[in-house]
């Protein structure tokens, strides 16, 4: 009976201990992102001299620093130490979502004309349009995938019923994703390789690449080793969503689940969080309404073949307006 009892007490002190060991990890790994990502912000169009940071060094750090808590992670999640499933599962994404909700609205309030996605293209245009079109339009279509998933589960269910529709389902969405894959590192060469770039470069960057690579490789893991992933995305998943949303989370399914699938849904959360104060704030302010808004008649009042190879200081026609 006291072998019985002292055991009980250890593995409650044991979960106790991991449990508070996990809070004050998210803790600090929340407090830093902040911390860094306001100075980011400070100085994001302040004139400075040309950055002499090792930007490779550090996306290979945070590349190093992710995969090893990764690794921690899915040790402890196998293993079950303490109640880590809880503290990922059902804590870990209301502290991401109200990390998102009071930093775009802070974002929003105080920089508001920050809230961009920065663009470089004035820097470079032909690189950038081969990374960003493929990686765009992969990411597109496969979040549009997971929301219709999200949404109307039992039409994808419907759908996977035959077959040959779910190989088409499962086969295109790994095509886009690598179509993402592809274009992400295609823009992260262009923005190693260029100096110029470089120069409007921050650390917050490479942590937005980290993040990407880690979501995209490790649904691309998902895909290939666990598969028919849309099917179980909306009989599991989709379940677990909308409990975390009804604040009643449910997390017995997820958390018998692979780890390669944690891991995509707590990089999903942690993707979340960063969105403020990264260039991902961009996505909230998506010019949707060029969809349907007019054309933008535009007049030359000059040759436009000729103006690029002008032979005076003031080319053209003068302007008729007063």
Known sequence: MTTLMLLNTFQADSLVTWLVLGALLITAITVYTVINAKLVLNDSYAVREPAKTNFAGVLGGMMVAAAGIAYLLVTGLEAQWGMLNTLMFAAFPYICLLIFV???????????????????????????????????????????GHL????????????????????????????????GLAGLLLLIKRRLGNTRILIVSNKMDMLVYAVLITQIVTGLGVAFFVRWGSSWFAAVLTPYLRSVFALNPDIAAVSAMPWLVQLHIISAFFMIAII?????????????????RGYQLVIWNWNHKTIRKPGSYFPGFKSKNN
């Open 148 to 179: 219709i998933a999200f949404l109307f589960p039992s039409s994808v269910l419907a759908w996977n019923g035959e077959p040959v529709r779910l190989l088409i389902l499962e086969v295109s969405s790994f095509a886009f994703a690598l179509a």
């Open 276 to 292: 403020p104060f990264t260039r991902f704030v961009h996505f909230l302010v998506a010019p949707v309404d060029y969809l349907w």
């Open 102 to 144: 009071i930093g775009s609205i802070y974002r929003y309030m105080n920089r508001g004309f920050q809230v961009s996605s920065l663009s470089s293209e004035f820097l470079e245009r032909k690189k950038l349009f081969w990374g960003s079109q493929p990686f765009h339009w992969g990411l597109l279509v496969i979040f549009f």
